[in-house]
Every structure is written in structure tokens, then in C-alpha cells.
């Protein structure tokens, strides 16, 4: 036992090898004169520092000259300089012979240096990518050993800003953390109102029970969304992580009351106003008051691209992102995407004066009359193809054709339908006929998909044409552009049969009457089950496959995301669901299933062109699954793409260990195995 | 070529060696005098009949004497005696060559007889029982072709009154064909209404939108339902073929309004208002103006229960029937039903009372309060349960644990909830609350089955005493009882586990307090594609596996039954499903699933019990493959056992024969095989 509480030549202390925040190549650490151990814990006295600059610091922000400084919290460097050479030495010692950080407990008893314990030391992602990264640069570890050092998920942390871990917070109240990120701003109500107080320049958080595609404006111009009721494929949280906006969602503690704008925490008298300021933590949930800062995202640093570059070789699986605008499309690039793996056409939908056409056409009582609507859409689809198709130049582009229910389109409310009946002057009555006529218990079972393809064809032919007219245009003008066009919602092999047929007619037309030749291919999503089960044959007529995981995932489990919020909470803690199913892939039911399907389809049409394109696609276990059974790419939002490369390239090296060892297995067991056979 | 139009001793006729109506073993058929084939045909002249007797009853229906008869209208017996003489023997010969009754053409030149042509005819369900039972009385078949002459899907028409082939009908409108049978009455427009008119001793036809649960006993009034809304298992469809009743749904020609109590028929002037007569037949889904004449069914015929008899001897697929009710159960046992393969206990909750209990308990805000609504229905649950046990002496009965989601109890309508507020004295608030909270956007996919046994342990518990406490009553009365408690909606292994042990518990806690000790079983309804993937799992914790293909189809083929009706007729017109997949099993896409997981949980569990209680139960096509996959039972509607145990036997008969043809295409292969060997 040694003892650093035997005078003031005695000291003990805690010491990190680098910085734990910043990853800086740094030892520092506190240290306590005439204490033991327990002393440094309790936090009855305050620790002094390790370092000189680090001492200087402390006293810099809390305003002490150099004097007070050196007589009231000398740095170790300075009170005890023998000492601190020999930690610094020994520092050095182990964290070459750990090949990693550590964080160190030391004793000074007499002067006499001991150690007491070493362990690796936590970090957080930005020192972990900086650390890592260094490391391989003073030849401590090499690229592979730092690709595996930074957990993918805690990319995260990089990629968007965080609350402040120091700041004091108020917790309000906790719903589901639906898009991660952290953010500020005043309170409204109303989707007009936060693009008002937006072109005020004023900061605003949309807080909403639910939202609907005609708030996607006021989403837009949000900092951050919060919703009341629904869960993480609910509306705001898809929107939300779409746009890479900050989100919490379902947060059924608080009482919305639009009349009075205000939301009330149930069972508390905190009433919030509009204008009110509070603050979304979207990466766990959290709603608290007033303004919390916040950092912001790292990925710019050199050490982040170094490692990103190194995962980058090494992985096979490609990643892309899923994104529906010009504007997405550029950040997915600019986050390494390499191609977009789900582009959803119905959210150009809603735009600006769009909605109406789109209104036009569902009204519409025979073909005749969709097709006229679609005449005005045609157009305004072509641009966002032309701006999509030039952003992902001489990538791939998956186009999932019109996949939402109808009624999705018409207003929610009579007031609504109202406005939009003099808007459209026809009588409110066959609003209110046709809203019922397309009504459903089940939507996301109903006429959605490749259903409307089948039952009313000019929808897709429409569809279509603006895409090849789109990529026709740019090939004339020198950019490669790859769409890939893909069917919804196919569950047996001849919808896609008749699909296929009539949209590769179509592309046959505008390609003659263009006068161009864009390479594009006809793929499908799989996302019913059983599409998965009879892979075989719907390989026969498909150029690609992508799960849609999300989907395929709410059947497999009969489990509607948007509804499971009520009981999920209880599963997980009751251990049957590992972890929630629409953040990380269910490998044993919903994987068995795509495992199946890669083996079928690829029985029948070697090479056959496979990813996934749910939410899945950015999560790391579900990304080493996805290389595991030999998928070509995994989409995902753009947000989440560096850390599915990261992922990707960790399910190589992670294999390849899994191989060496399987091999030095082999090795170390035959020469026994050859001796028992001799004898 | 031979004539029958050189003059008077010439004729020429059409005869049938048997009844094709009613299967008497009597020659009949009609006949022309000096005429040829296509007279008889063209029905320019009207024929005569072949034989005296059939000649009297024209007669005497025409109100002719047997003199002006003689004159006009003589048989072929008395007018051609020899030709007759000769007709009878060589029909005679034909039917014992072919071993069935044949249609034969005939000609008569000049007093010779010459045969035509000769096939087999076609005949009623009635008939084709009557035929084929008595062809082995006369030695012409065995047992094995009379069953297998009856088409097991036309035993329907004699399970259900059929409307008069002959009637004259005037039809109005098709909607889906939900409960199959024939009824005529007065039309209502609400459920108190059709109660009312049933005790005024009316028979009514009850007309609505949709029903929901609160309609149940204004549907058990009357005599058939009509809705303008909904698909093969809306609500009323369920319903309607749970309790044997005529139904026609989703007649969406039919615009209703209620305050006006009429319906108009969309686009004509046809108007139809309370107390007008309509007529349904829910074999096709036609809805006539008026009454039309309806035969009986013929279930209760020697011919048919030989035959039944005779199938039953030879089917391995033991028949139990889907029932709610002592009543329902009674029904089963009397159509053979060899248990009870789904009682839904949630129906049960609607009765009378009870919903106010059901909705105390839905409506309490936490345990305390839940138990105490569920004290109340526990004895009402018993009692229930002792009357179907009882009725099932001898039989298992499975019984399914609570399914559907709890939003399904509270009123739908403003109004309603405010009465509901009234009658429990609670403020209206809280309920709109309650329903805000429980509302779903796919409840299918939701908080329902086996998930609300998991938030809500106390339902089970209540369900699994009141089921525990009657066995152990009627064991004490010297009954046996073979209850099988069955979880609904499992997904993973883990959710049966957790609550097979809290269910085992309640049992064994029963058992110890009443002094009786009833068998009883604990397994699991397969109805979420996941379950089927992880069978192997969930058999380690399970004592049975009922498929419940309706939820199974619903979520492999992503469709909802009930929104499917917009879509499916293009769906089976377009060749996409080849017929729909709620009626036949999808064996393709859902049959995979249950094979696989039959293949997987017997593995685990050897002879682990498995049967299917969706509606493909009474399906033929789905009762052969239920057989071959080697299922232990199939559970239909009471009124489609008789079909499924005639499928049941068909199967095995095909087998053999499959079989047969299998073992002499080896037999006369080998010996070619040996030569080829010796050579």
C-alpha cells in the first residue's frame, strides 16, 4: 500500500494520457496534494491540474491573476515538477505498450511516483475519431486497428450539434427521439406561423399533436419539430429525418391546446406560450425549457475525413442516401453518398401550388380527367428529375414510383375541405363522397403501391415520362445520369410483369421522340412478405431488388410503427423486443425473410442488383447484416451515411478477423488431428 | 345421318337418365315430333315429355284434363311406346357403361331409335348426392367415386335455402357475396328498429353503411344484413357467417340515408324505403326487389348423411367448426363439428350489460380500477363457458384470449360517447380523451392480442379464471372438458412465455381452490408472418399452433381485407391473384409460410398439435392442402363443417390415387430398368 495523504509532499490523482473531449495529444488530469484516492472522488476538495496550460485555463475563466493562480491551484507541472516528469514518462509507457489512451491513477508518496491502476480510457466521438486517427500517424496503431476504434453510431455526435454537456437543463418532458440533433427556438402552433416568424428571422420549434404533408413548409422552416402523438415513422419523424431536421415526437406528456396556444406537462401547472423559448434534444427525446447551448458538428475536421478515406478502401458494401430533392441530393453527396437509393416521388407532391393538380387528379371521376391533371404535374416532376439526375451525375438513381393511399391528399378536416371545394368550385358534397369512398381501416395495407399502378395506369405512365424525359435532356447535354426506376408494394410476380411492361413501353416512347439513349433499368421494392417468400419468381422479371425494410418489417411483425409506440416501451423492457425493430433490423425474423429472398433471386438471376433502403440502412448492426448475406449498397438518410461507410467497413475487417481465426483454428488443430490419425 | 323430320312416326328429344333436380332414378326429357335436333333447341315449338308421369304433372300444373292432354300434349311413353321401350333400355346400358347419368340426344326415323350423342350430364347439389348414394346401392360405383362425385363446394346449396332457379327476379344491385343463403323481408335502418319488428313477429332485412358492435343483436334479429360499405370481413361479414346469416356487403350502387330512412339505387330513380320488401342472395351478392320464392336445404336427406358418413370414415383431417356461443356450439356438433377450434371471447363482450363492464374497464386509469370492471365480467364470462364446454361434452374447445384493440368498445360517434358519458357519470372530456389516446392509424397492425395481455396482465388473468373456473365446474358435474386456452398475435417466443407462465399460473391457482382437475392446453394462434419464421422457437413454448389465415394473409400479402375491395376485382380480372386470397388460401405465397412452419415446429416438438381456424377452414382447395401438409385439423364456420369434411376426404382419396399412379408408373418403368441394367 502506498499513501499519498503523508504530507504535503504526498499527492494522488487521476490522469488521461489525451483529451477526452477534444482528443488533443495531451496528458492532463487532476491531482490532490496530502489525499488519497477517495479524496480526488468525493469532490469535497477541489482537485488542482495536472498541466500548466491547463491550470492557466481554469484560471483564466474564473477570472484569477497569475499570483492567486500559482498560490491557490498550482499545476502538478509546477508544484511538483520531478513528479510530473515521471508521469508524463510512464503516460508515454503505457499508452504505447495499450496502443490506446488511458486513464491513469496515480500516488505520490515522498515524491516516489506509483502507479496504481491503468485502464483505456472513454472518449467522446470527436476524440475518438482524433485520437484514432493520430495514432496511426505516430505509428502506434495501423488504419484497420483505427477504423475499429470509432464506434459507427457515435458518428453521430459529429454530425449534428449537442446540447452542451456542462449547461444547466430543465427537463420538461420526454417523447421519442425521431431525428437527432439540438435546437432552440420559440414556440408555435401552426405551420403558418413558424414560416412567418422564420421570415422574421426569429428562431421557432413547430409544436404540433401531429403534423400532415401541408405542413411540410412550416416543417421546413422550423428548427425543430415536436409532435404529441405518433411515433417514429409518424409523419413529422420521417419528414423530419428527410430533412436532416432535429425531432421529437409523441411526447404524450404534453396537452396541446391550439385556442389558447399554449401546451400544458400533464399533471404539472407549467403552461407554455407561443413565443415561449425551449429547447429538442432529438438525439434522446428530451424537451427542455428555455435555451440550452449547443456545439456544433465536427465532421470538417481532417482527422474525420483521414478515417472516413481509410474506411472507404476497405469496405465492399456501397452506401447511399435516400433523398427526394435537388437539394437533398447535394448533401447526401457532400456526406459520401454514392448514389440515392430511395428517391420518394410523392413528396414532390406537395410543393407549393402542386397539391392542387395532385387534388385535381384524385377527383378526377374517369381517365380521361387524371390524365388532364397529370398534364400539369408532368412538368413539374420533369424539373425535380432533371435537378436530382444532375446533383447524383454518373450515379445511381432509384426512383420509387407513387407509393402513398390517395386520401393521404385530400385535407383532414371539413373546414378544409370546404376551402378546397370553392378553391376547386365543385360542391362540397362530392368532397365529402369522394373522401369517403377513399377512406380505410388499414392504409398502410390498402390501395397504395404498385395497386394504384395497376388500377389506374396513367399515373405511373405519367410518372414515368417525366423521368425519362429527364434523363433524356441531360444525356443530350453530356451528364450521365443512371435512374433506376422502381415499382412499390409488389407481393406477386405478374403485377410487376404488367408494370414493367407498360413502363418500359413508355421509356421505349420518349426515348425515340428524344432522340437520346439513357441507360435505366426496372427494379422493385421488396416490402410485403411475400414478395420475399416468391423472390425466385419476381426476380425473373426485376433488374434490382431493394427491401424496404420498414415496411417489410411492420408486416413481418404485424406491427404499424406510427401505432407501437403504446406498448413498445413495455417490450423492450420486458426483453422481447431486443431493441426497438425499426431502429435496428430484426435479424431473426424480418432478416430470415431477406435472407431468403437474396438466396432466391440470386438462384435465379446471378448478380442480381440488391440493397435496402429503410431506415435500417443507417444503422451499424444492421449494415454488418446486410454485407453479411451479400447485398450490393444500403440507402439510408443523408445524415446517417458516414456511418453507414463506417459500418460497412468495420463488417470487413470484422469478417476478415472472423476468417484468420476460423483459419488459425484450422491450423492449430491439424497437426493433432494428423498425429491421431497416425496412431 | 338419321332423321327426325320425315314425317310423324319420327321424333327426336333430349333425355336424361336420371332427375337432374332431385336424382330419382326416373328416365325424362322432352322430345318433338317430326322434327330435328335444333327444333328442340330453338324452343319455337314447345316439347312434349318423355314419360307419362312427368306429361300428368305439366298437366295438371297447366290445369289440363287427362283428355286435352292426350290430345296435345302425350308422352313419348304412350305416343311411341316401342321408342320408349327402347329409349329405357339403351339409357339403361349407357349409365352402367359410364357409371353416371347421361345426357342423351336421340332420334327416332320412322320408328328406329339412333343415339346421338350421350355425356354426362349435369345436375344440382341435391342431385349429385342423391345420384352418386344411390349408384352404390345399384352396384355401379363404390363409395370412394360417390364421394368423390359430390363436389364438396356445392354441398353450400344444401346447407342454405337457395332462391328459385325458375322465380322471376328483379335485380337491383351486387354487392360482395358475404354469408352465403337466401332471405327475403321487409328492408330497417337500424338495429333497434329490426329488434322492434322481430318481436312485432316481421321479418326484416337490416340496411346500413356498416354495422358495428353495438348492431349485434338488431343483426341476430334479422333476418339478413345489407351494407353499402366494407369487405369480406367488414364487420357485418363476420358477423353474418359466424351466426349462419344471409349477407350481402359492401353494395356500394346503394347510397343510404338514414334520415330520410331510404336508400336510392346511385344513378337511377329507384328508391327503396322502410318496410319495402327486397330479397338477398348472399351466395352471389344480388339484391332483388321483392320476394322471392326460396327452396329449403337439403342437409337433412338419407342421401347426404350416407354420405357424409362414408367421407367421415375415410378423412384424416379431423373438422372442428369456429363459434362463440352455446347456441353457435350446438349448431357445430349438429353440422359433425369435432370441436371448437375458435371461440373469440371478445364477442361475448358486446351481449346486453356487459358492454358498460367492458368499457368501465377500458375507461379505468390503472390496474386497481381495471380489476375491478373485469370482477364484473368475469362470472358473466363463466357462464359463457360453461355453456359452450358443455355443449363441446367430450370435444376440445380452443379459446382465444382478447384480440382486438380496445378502441374497438368505445362508441364511434360524438354522440354516443356523450350518452356513454352520461350513463357512467364521468365528464365527456375525459372520454374524448381516452378515444384521442386510443386511436390507431392501422389497428390492425396495433395494440391488440397478445400485446394488451402483456400492458394489460389483468384481462388474461380475468379471461384464463373465468375459462378455468368453469372446466373445473363442469369436471366436478362429471363433464369432460378439453379447454385449450389459445394467445393471440405472438410474434416472438418470448411474449408466449411470459404469458403462458402468468396463464398456467391463474390455471393451477384454480384448479387448487375448486377441487377438480380438467386437462387443458396452452398454445398459440401463428397469424403474424414472423411467428411462422420463428416456429421453431415459439413451438418449445407451446402445446398447440392454430393458423389463423385470415391475420396470416392479411400481413403476408400487405392487405387489408376490409380496403381490398377497391382494388381486387382488377386484381383476379387482371390474372394478378388468381382468385381472392380470403376465400382461398394463397398456397403460393401463405401456404409456403405455414409449411415452413409446420416443417420447423415439428421439428422441435414432435407431434405438436396444429390445425387453421381462419375462414379458408371451409375452403376445399385449402382443406387438400391443410391435408397434405399434414395439419391435425381445420376449423370453419358451422355452416361450411359438411364441406370440409367432404374435402378432408377428398384429399385423402386423391392421395391414394396420386399415389396409385405414382406406384405403377414405377412398376411398369422397373422391369425396363432391370433389362437395361442386365444389357
Keep these: 500500500m502506498v499513501f499519498g495523504n503523508l504530507g504535503d509532499d504526498c499527492a494522488t490523482g487521476v490522469a488521461f494520457t489525451r483529451d477526452l473531449s477534444t482528443g488533443a495529444n495531451e496528458l492532463n488530469g487532476d491531482f490532490l496534494i496530502n489525499a488519497q484516492g477517495e479524496d480526488v472522488v468525493a469532490g469535497i476538495r477541489t482537485p488542482q491540474q495536472i498541466t500548466l496550460s491547463a491550470s492557466r485555463q481554469r484560471a483564466q475563466r474564473e477570472g484569477c491573476s497569475e499570483d492567486e493562480r500559482k498560490e491557490r491551484n498550482p499545476a ?25 489512451v488511458q486513464d491513469i491513477e496515480f500516488t505520490s508518496e515522498h515524491g516516489q ?12 466521438a470527436a476524440a475518438a475519431v482524433q485520437i484514432a486517427v493520430d495514432m496511426v500517424y505516430e505509428s502506434l496503431i495501423n488504419e484497420e486497428q483505427a477504423i475499429l476504434r470509432v464506434a459507427p453510431a457515435q458518428l453521430d455526435q459529429l454530425l449534428h450539434p449537442i446540447l452542451d454537456p456542462e449547461a444547466p437543463k430543465e427537463l420538461i418532458a420526454r417523447g ?43 416543417m421546413n422552416a422550423a428548427e425543430g419539430i415536436l409532435t404529441t402523438r405518433g411515433g417514429a415513422s409518424s409523419h413529422a419523424a420521417l419528414v423530419s429525418r428527410g430533412m436532416g431536421k432535429c425531432a421529437v415526437v409523441g411526447c404524450e406528456a404534453l396537452e396541446i391546446d391550439y385556442t389558447q396556444q399554449a401546451f400544458q406537462v400533464r399533471g404539472t401547472d407549467l403552461v407554455f406560450r407561443a413565443g415561449d423559448l425551449i429547447t429538442l434534444d432529438g438525439s434522446t427525446g428530451e424537451v427542455f425549457q428555455g435555451r440550452v447551448p449547443t456545439s456544433a458538428p465536427k465532421m470538417e475536421s481532417p482527422a474525420f475525413k483521414a478515417l472516413m478515406t481509410w474506411a472507404d478502401r476497405r469496405r465492399r458494401l456501397r452506401v447511399r442516401a435516400n433523398a427526394d430533392t435537388p437539394h437533398d441530393a447535394q448533401v447526401a453527396r457532400s456526406f459520401g453518398a ?10 414532390m407532391f406537395f410543393e407549393g401550388d402542386r397539391i392542387d393538380a395532385v387534388r385535381e387528379m384524385i377527383l378526377a371521376d374517369d381517365t380521361i380527367g387524371r390524365m388532364r391533371a397529370l398534364e400539369k404535374i408532368v412538368p413539374m416532376q420533369k424539373a425535380d428529375f432533371v435537378g436530382i439526375l444532375r446533383a447524383m451525375e454518373g450515379l445511381p438513381v432509384t426512383i420509387r414510383l407513387f407509393d402513398p393511399p390517395l386520401h393521404e391528399f385530400l385535407p383532414q378536416t371539413d373546414k378544409d375541405l370546404e376551402e378546397l371545394a370553392g378553391k376547386l368550385n365543385i360542391p362540397v358534397g362530392r368532397l365529402h363522397t369522394k373522401r369517403n369512398v377513399l377512406y380505410e381501416l388499414n392504409p398502410m395495407l390498402g390501395h397504395r403501391g404498385c395497386r394504384l399502378g395497376i388500377t389506374f395506369p396513367e399515373i405511373y405512365e405519367a410518372q414515368v415520362t417525366a423521368i425519362m424525359e429527364a434523363a433524356c435532356e441531360l444525356t443530350r447535354a453530356g451528364i450521365t445520369v443512371l435512374p433506376e426506376i422502381m415499382v412499390p408494394l409488389v407481393g406477386y410476380k405478374r403485377e410487376l410483369e404488367i408494370l414493367r411492361k407498360r413502363i418500359a413501353h413508355v421509356c421505349a416512347e420518349v426515348i425515340a421522340s428524344q432522340g437520346a439513349t439513357p441507360h435505366y433499368l426496372i427494379g422493385t421494392m421488396i416490402e410485403v412478405p411475400r414478395a420475399a417468400l416468391r423472390a425466385d419468381h419476381i426476380a425473373a422479371v426485376a433488374d434490382f431488388f431493394s427491401f424496404g425494410t420498414n415496411d417489410l418489417t411492420q408486416m413481418t411483425l404485424g406491427l404499424s410503427r406510427d401505432d407501437s409506440g403504446k406498448f413498445l416501451p413495455d417490450y423492450v423492457s420486458q426483453g422481447i423486443f431486443p431493441q426497438d425493430p425499426f431502429g435496428a433490423l430484426d435479424l431473426d425474423g424480418v432478416g430470415q425473410l431477406i435472407e431468403l429472398a437474396v438466396r432466391k433471386g440470386r438462384a435465379v438471376r446471378e448478380g442480381l442488383k440488391m440493397g435496402i433502403c429503410g431506415e435500417h440502412g443507417g444503422d451499424p448492426a444492421s449494415v454488418e447484416f446486410c454485407h453479411s448475406i451479400g447485398l450490393d449498397y444500403v440507402s439510408c438518410s443523408p445524415y446517417r451515411v458516414p456511418i453507414a461507410r463506417l459500418a460497412a467497413a468495420h463488417a470487413v475487417l470484422k469478417e476478415q478477423m472472423a476468417n484468420e481465426r476460423r483459419t488459425s483454428r484450422k491450423e492449430s488443430v491439424k497437426p493433432s488431428g494428423a498425429v491421431l490419425a497416425q496412431g
Design 76 to 100: 502538478l507541472e509546477e508544484q511538483m515538477p520531478d513528479c510530473f516528469e515521471q508521469l508524463k514518462a510512464v503516460a508515454h509507457t503505457l499508452e504505447s505498450h495499450y496502443s490506446d
Design 113 to 124: 511516483l506509483w502507479m496504481l491502476q491503468t485502464r483505456t480510457a472513454k472518449r467522446t
Design 176 to 218: 421519442l427521439p425521431a431525428s437527432p440533433g439540438a435546437v432552440s427556438g420559440e414556440v408555435v402552433f401552426s405551420a403558418e406561423d413558424a414560416e412567418a416568424a422564420v421570415r422574421a428571422e426569429r428562431q421557432v420549434i413547430l409544436v404540433r399533436i401531429e403534423t400532415s404533408p401541408e405542413d411540410i413548409n412550416g
Design 338 to 347: 454514392e448514389g440515392i437509393g430511395l428517391c420518394r416521388t410523392e413528396h
